[in-house]
């Protein structure tokens, strides 16, 4: 069993920056990948930007060059630079736990992040 903590959520003017940090936890905890995902509405569930254990990260598109993912153990931090109203989302803390041949997936509670402009 795999819990994830989010922090980091807030409103921000548009240009402005934020941080998302979410930390694993658990028993004999082993975590292949973890990343963030983001739900704005009226859209589905998208893919922010993930990384691996051997710090193999990918970000969509849309966030490239704004947003850095790194990653501390079990700690996965998001580096939000020059946010765009568009970015307004909830965004949801994501890991990936596989054990032997069976892939374990974790969501957090998800914090909301608000851009004006």
């Known amino acids: 069993q795999v819990q994830l903590a989010e922090s980091g959520g807030g409103l921000v003017q548009s240009g402005g920056s934020l941080r998302l940090s979410c930390a694993a936890s658990?028993?004999?905890?082993?975590?292949?990948?973890m990343g963030w995902y983001r739900q704005a509405p009226g859209k589905q569930r998208e893919l922010v930007a993930t990384?691996?254990?051997?710090?193999s990260t990918n970000y969509a598109d849309s966030v490239k060059g704004r947003f850095t993912i790194s990653r501390d153990k079990n700690t996965v931090d998001l580096q939000m630079n020059s946010l765009k109203p568009e970015d307004t989302a909830v965004y949801y803390c994501?890991?990936?736990?596989?054990?032997?041949?069976?892939?374990?997936?974790?969501w957090g509670q998800g914090t909301q992040v608000t851009v004006s402009s």
């Open positions: 994501h890991a990936d736990r596989i054990i032997l041949s069976t892939t374990f997936t974790y």
């Open positions: 658990g028993n004999r905890l082993s975590i292949n990948a």
């Open positions: 990384i691996t254990t051997g710090a």
